[in-house]
């Protein structure tokens, strides 16, 4: 290791490192702007200077030279002084010059208190200003719903486009202009395309790009209270920060975790819990009336019903894959397990089975972020990464650059120096292959982009796992025989590469075929991974659960018409959704008494006998289990109001009720993730997702309220001058107060980051082992899948057999969108902005068979639905795209053959949504939007 002196103080530190990074990882404090550990170094901003010395002579005679830290490779020997006068007052210099224009907004700007630049000026010492002519102005653009704009705080550290274009692959963000008039924006205001936008707000160190959701709601930042979470919009599992006052959730932060997402979350897991304050939500449980209204009830009245209702013994559950590990496990020990439905659709159910099963039974890897970035050659089959699993898909954007990390390393350029890798690489990119029925977002970084039918993508992979294996693949057309070849033989040359397939497109033939490449190239000798994505945020963990011998929705109607069973209970689940109007409807009223337990207002609650109002994520504990498999305990960040409780609260105290021996020794939550460890073989692990409630940091417990909150007697000052006790958390080591201790804790109960000098959520690095690296108390969650026994790729059965094509028919394929198709994150204003109305894509030559055009309305099948037509080639031959989850949608099927016709009377539609299958709503400001005002002497870019 080499050996530096700073100050006159010698370190041993890591080889490879650059010097700003190094003495942030040693706890120095060295001001930076530009650089970002997820980004590397271009040292553009020039704030990181410190004096290099050549000796110690030229050290003891203050002899130096101006060296830039994040440009500036450790070498052994190297002689530094970060406090010396000559790079203190260049850096004081530094920051006025930054300050020319910048505005004195502090008090009125929305990451005032947060504020990057707030903490280095004061670092450097900085405090007059001697410039006194004129400021540069700018007029602000309308960005869209999400991120809002105010470009005179701008200092130019280029972090915004060097993130936006070059990490996550953006094109309609730059910097335009030159000099002193340099300006951050898009040619013409409009929307960010980019469903990773809103990272802009914690890359940008002033604020320019700020959280337009919480600008108009707005909270000073340590006024916010906030808890460990986990995201509920995916199945990635990305760890998150909401933050609360006044008993609404006014933001989502990024919660670092190195090998789940890092620094980055998607605009759908970043803006998407907007539902948690919706009208929409349900505060009192209700009971149906004779006429059919429904009579708001105390908790106690509610449980008396409830338990009433399942006396009979004849009681059935449908869980839900959105709702926690425990609150599932609770109702399958009422119901029990034969009477206990996943909730999944009877088209879902088997495909996330399968996904389990072929993880449990492969010798690949599953991967975690970290690993999937690091893949050096990766095969996507079927899946729509960008709109299923974001946060995967923007790693991906990072795995390509592999082929560019390799080209460095041979000129002895190390990892952190950007700018000369990319200059080094140009074009040059690690193999990334893509078969799916149309082009997905991730097109413009891959090396091939094939358009198949499921069946066709299935084949696909059979034919490379068998010319991985040695064998010739049967009966494939001569140019998917020349795909195929290539893609094996790019596989079988990686050191790291990647299977990606998934739910997505409702075929499994695509995951077989996908762990069967895996098992060729294990049995070859590679380290192969196969990562399979599955829908929701608990899928996995309702597979494991339940097992694959679950019933289906299907199963329990057909029970409860014999009189078999009466009473059914619904968690977390509207049913709506995971079938058509006329099969539910029948489920439904196959039973006596139906009791259903949501947060929100849907077509199943009212429906119901008996509702009880369920708390959301961010009020309540819970575990939920990541497509990789792992369990991540997320805390409640304030307590539910009213009479909504959390769902397992609910069961517990009628199981309570019903004196059932079951939970007799169940106290608190972690009671129950104990006993679910023990009763379910697959879970055995899940207890050490987090520590229990009886952790303590120090002797006392950990605070959810920064030290710098304020105002708790403010906040009720319209009711009482009195200041009243806090809530006490009698089920985890967190406290609803600013009393306890934040400091070296576990990372699963991490609260916030914050530390004396460093206000911003660049205080992250306080808190990791190293700059980048993991947290100083350990990654969150625990891995419950581990590479299983080997299977023959020979062994895996294949089904690419695809039903024939019929004259006048199309096979219906599902598109998801990051924006629509998620149930909860569509009822966030924001998210419900950008989500579009649904639609039937198809080719422009069947189109034209059709007599269509874009707009025009077309009939899938018998009636199922009229939707508008939007044209899209790169769709595969014979297939009809419709928007997964979006209105209107709700009679499709995957993988139907439906005919489809002309719509007679269609109304078009005011606008035409493009046609290139882009996940956001084209175009510039919406009708009605305020315009942005401009600062005196301001104009167009």
């Known amino acids: 290791m080499p050996s530096i002196r700073i100050d006159g103080v010698t370190y041993e530190v890591e080889a490879g490192r650059n010097l700003l990074e190094t003495c942030l990882s040693l706890g120095l404090d060295l001001p930076y702007f530009c650089w970002h550990p997820a980004m590397g170094s271009i040292g553009a901003c020039r704030q990181c200077a410190v004096v290099q010395y050549l000796d110690e002579e030229s050290e003891q005679a203050e002899r130096g030279r101006i060296v830039m830290g994040c440009m500036t490779p450790v070498t052994d020997g190297a002689i530094f002084s970060l406090s010396g006068d000559k790079a203190r007052h260049f850096r004081e210099a530094i920051v006025e010059s930054l300050m020319l224009n910048h505005p004195h907004d502090c008090p009125v700007c929305a990451e005032g208190g947060e504020c990057h630049l707030q903490d280095m000026t004061v670092m450097v010492g900085h405090r007059d200003r001697h410039y006194r002519g004129r400021k540069n102005t700018h007029r602000n653009q309308y960005l ?42 898009r040619h013409a205001e409009g929307v960010l395309q980019s469903e990773f936008a809103g990272n802009l707000v914690e890359v ?35 760890n998150t920060l909401p933050g609360e006052r006044y008993g609404r959730l006014k933001r989502v932060h990024n919660r670092f975790n190195a090998d789940v997402n890092g620094y980055f979350l998607c605009d759908r897991g970043r803006f998407g819990a907007g539902f948690v304050n919706s009208d929409k939500r349900l505060l009192y449980p209700g009971l149906r009336l004779a006429d059919g209204r429904y009579d708001a009830l105390h908790h106690h009245g509610a449980l008396q019903h409830m338990q009433q209702m399942c006396r009979t013994g004849k009681v059935a559950g449908i869980g839900s894959p959105r709702a926690s590990v425990e609150a599932n496990f609770l109702l399958q020990t009422l119901v029990g397990a034969n009477n206990f439905a996943p909730g999944f659709s009877e088209q879902e159910q088997p495909l996330v089975d399968l996904a389990l099963a072929l993880q449990q039974d492969s010798r690949a890897v599953i991967p975690d972020i970290r690993s999937i970035e690091s893949a050096d050659a990766v095969l996507i089959l079927g899946e729509d990464v960008t709109n299923t699993a974001p946060r995967i898909a923007l790693a991906l954007r990072q795995s390509v650059r592999n082929k560019a990390y390799e080209m460095a390393a041979h000129l002895g350029l190390e990892t952190w120096q950007d700018a000369a890798i990319r200059n080094l690489a140009q074009d040059q990119r690690s ?29 696909l992979g059979a034919a490379v796992a068998a010319l991985i294996s040695g064998e010739e693949p049967e009966d494939l057309p001569p140019h998917l025989r020349e795909q195929a070849g290539q893609i094996a033989a790019a596989l079988s040359a990686a050191r790291r590469p990647l299977l990606i397939s998934g739910t997505g497109t409702g075929s499994a033939a695509a995951m077989q075929s996908a762990a069967a490449v895996t098992e060729a190239l294990c049995a070859a000798g590679s380290q192969a991974m196969l990562c399979l994505v599955v829908p929701e945020a608990n899928s996995l963990g309702q597979a494991m659960l339940t097992g694959p011998d679950a019933p289906g929705l299907a199963t ?84 539910p109001p009213q009479e909504r409780h959390p769902s397992w609260v609910w069961l517990l105290a009628c199981m309570k009720e019903l004196e059932r021996p079951e939970v007799r020794s169940l106290h608190h939550f972690d009671d129950i993730t104990r006993s679910c460890g023990a009763r379910i073989p697959a879970l055995a692990g899940i207890t050490a997702a987090s520590p229990d409630y009886h952790y303590r940091n120090v002797g006392v417990k950990i605070p959810r309220q ?60 306080k808190f990791q082992s190293e700059v980048g690296g993991p947290l100083q108390g350990g990654t969150a969650g625990v891995r419950l899948l581990q590479p299983g026994n080997p299977v023959s790729a020979a062994g895996l059965s294949v089904d690419t057999v695809t039903a024939p094509a019929e004259p006048g028919h199309w096979l219906l394929v599902p598109r998801q969108h990051i924006f629509g198709s998620d149930e909860l994150s569509a009822l966030s204003p924001a998210i419900a902005e950008l989500a579009e109305p649904g639609y039937i894509a198809l080719r422009s030559a069947d189109a034209a068979a059709l007599g269509v055009s874009p707009g025009d309305g077309v009939v899938a099948g018998n009636a199922l639905a009229t939707l508008a037509v939007r044209v899209d080639d790169s769709l595969a031959e014979g297939c009809a795209a419709y928007p997964a989850g979006l209105a209107g949608t709700e009679n499709l099927h995957p993988l139907d053959r439906v005919e489809l016709r002309r719509a007679e009377n269609w109304q078009r539609p005011p606008e035409v949504i493009g046609s290139d299958g882009g996940a956001r709503l084209r175009g510039a400001r919406p009708r ?10 301001g104009g167009d870019v």
């Not at 710098?708 to 080591?733: C, F, I, K, L």
């Open 144 to 185: 869209g719903p999400l991120i809002h704009h105010e470009m005179n705080r701008c200092i130019t550290c280029y972090r915004c486009t060097r993130y936006y274009r070059d990490y996550a692959g953006g094109t309609d963000l730059a910097a335009l202009a030159s000099h002193d008039h340099v300006y951050f924006g």
């Open 204 to 238: 940008c160190p002033t604020g320019v790009f700020t959280d337009k959701t919480l600008v108009e709601d707005y909270t000073r930042k340590w006024d916010l209270q906030s808890a460990p979470s986990v995201c509920t919009g995916c199945a990635v599992g990305c």
């Open 431 to 459: 193999p990334l292959y893509i078969a799916a029925v149309a082009d997905t977002r991730l097109a413009d970084v891959a090396t091939r982009n094939l358009s198949l039918a499921p069946g066709g993508v299935a084949a």
């Open 556 to 639: 329990l109607r057909e029970r409860a018409e014999s009189g078999e069973l009466d009473t059914l209970v619904v968690l977390e689940n509207d049913l709506y959704r995971r079938g058509s109007a006329d099969s539910i409807d029948r489920l439904l009223q196959a039973f006596s008494n139906v009791i259903v337990l949501d947060g929100m207002d849907n077509a199943t609650t009212s429906s119901a006998s008996l509702v009880l109002a369920a708390a959301s994520f961010a009020e309540t504990d819970g575990t939920l289990v990541s497509l990789e498999g792992r369990a991540q305990r997320h805390y409640p960040v304030f307590l």
């Open 706 to 765: 920064p030290p710098r909150y304020s105002g708790r007697t403010a906040m009720r000052a319209d009711r009482s001058v009195h200041e009243r006790m806090q809530p006490s958390d009698e089920e985890s080591p967190l406290a609803f107060t600013m009393e306890g201790l934040n400091r070296s804790v576990p990372g699963a109960l991490l609260p916030w980051v914050w530390a004396p000098g460093w206000n911003s959520n660049q205080s992250l690095h």
């Open 928 to 937: 009605g939007a305020r315009p942005r005002g401009a600062r005196p002497g």
